[in-house]
């Protein structure tokens, strides 16, 4: 009956928990992104703001502020002052200039900029008024991008940053800035961006395959989960069922023998048998109003809305009059009965603690043979007050023992062959005990008699 709504709940389950990874996926994969965009920036303005300072240039503030920003993440960074035109000259003068201080650059180079790994990608392009770009000879060509708006915006703005896709090379980011020279009159730098977009496809083609791992295992998870939460539904669900069947075949019977004994008086002359039939008639009647009694005081423990009156009880006084009572609704067996005297007080309810003891007594009567005998005793066990109802009767086979508290459960032997029960009688009792705060078990040896046994915690006066 629930399998549907398992079904729908192991792919709420499912989805949830999808999205949940599929969140935090996206979320690390656009903070990668962020990182290396936001690190490639401040590693393109750095090197701005180096070539600014080279070339003498009053740097904007967003570069004085992006090379303190470097220079406070990146501490081992050396600059020297001291540090000669050297590298602008070999990117902005001719070849003969540039070998005029060829012995100048050896002499010097190890007081020029010591950049880190991270500088180490970037270039620089310097472009001449007409946007040409001005190569050093004898050196690599950097990238050369061919995009109007990235000079367009630099002239209109002051500088331009971008990203741009180069054919063959794939994404570059690039940082332009319009300067006050003729040569240069515009500076590049740049950075292709091919190994971080290869660290981030990576990083993709691992989500999905983790993702579709764990899609697979909160699959199973979900289903699990739906069945755990659904389990004490679908538990309560089938206990309703058997008890709707099975108090449906208990009132089926005593109407249908009501109704017969009824039609048969009905149609027969009046005889001796009528006494008798109406009698009959009284007596089912009886079973259907303790049966309607039964299943109603358990669909008012199973709401929780019975109402218990708790006071201290004398165990002495209880067992006396329930021992008394016991007499009155067995006239025909007389099983001896003994008392343990012992001065012990239970807090409970009264009424419903002595309607326990009936149960419990009752069946030890029906299962005990008229030689036989049965003790009600109370005793102290550890901080705990335990009640035992002790019989030597026939015993109860072991199969039998684990359903005893479920309703409509009966263990039917030779001793009470003659008495009719409706096995509602265990199921309220435990119910009973377990609403006043206690637990009850029974044990069993067949031949040597059955104990059951009530806990209850030490009263505190």
Known sequence: ML??????????????AIGLVGLVGISTYLLITRYFQQSTDLALQYKMAAEFRLLGLSMPDELVAAEELW?????RVVHNDNTPEVLIASRYEDDDEHEEHDDDEEEDSGEAYHYEADLAAIFIVAFDANGDPILAPNLPSPPIVDDPATFANA??????????EIPGQGRIRLLTYKTDLNIPAILQSG?????????????????????SIASIFLAFVSWWLAGRSLGPAQKAWDQQQVFVSNASHELRTPLTLIRATADYGLRSQATE?????????LNECDYMDHLVDDLLLLSRLDAQRLKLDF????????????IEQIGKLNPDREISIQLNPAQIQVRADKTRLRQVLLILLDNAIRFTSLSGSIELNARHVEKSIQIE?????QGIPPEHLPHLFDRFYQVTSSENEGSRTNGLGLSIAHSLI?????????????????????LFPASVN
Do not use: C, M
């Not at 220079?71 to 501490?75: A, K, M, R």
């Not at 002239?155 to 741009?164: K, L, M, P, S």
């Open 191 to 211: 950075r292709l961006l091919s190994d971080q977009d290869g660290l981030l496809n990576q990083y993709l083609i691992f989500l999905i395959i983790l993702g």
């Open 273 to 281: 048998e009528h006494p008798k039939l109406l009698k009959d008639i």
């Open 311 to 322: 006071n201290l009880i004398p165990l002495q006084e209880l067992f006396s009059e329930t």
């Open 3 to 16: 399998k549907p709504l398992r079904w729908r709940l192991t792919f709420l389950y499912l989805l949830a």
């Open 71 to 75: 220079l406070v993440n990146n501490s």
């Open 389 to 393: 109802v002790i019989d030597t009767g």
């Open 155 to 164: 002239e209109e703005f002051g500088y331009d940053i971008r990203t741009v």
């Open 434 to 454: 377990k609403a006043q705060g206690g637990s009850i078990s029974i044990s069993s040896q067949q031949g040597k008699g059955t104990q059951a046994n009530i």
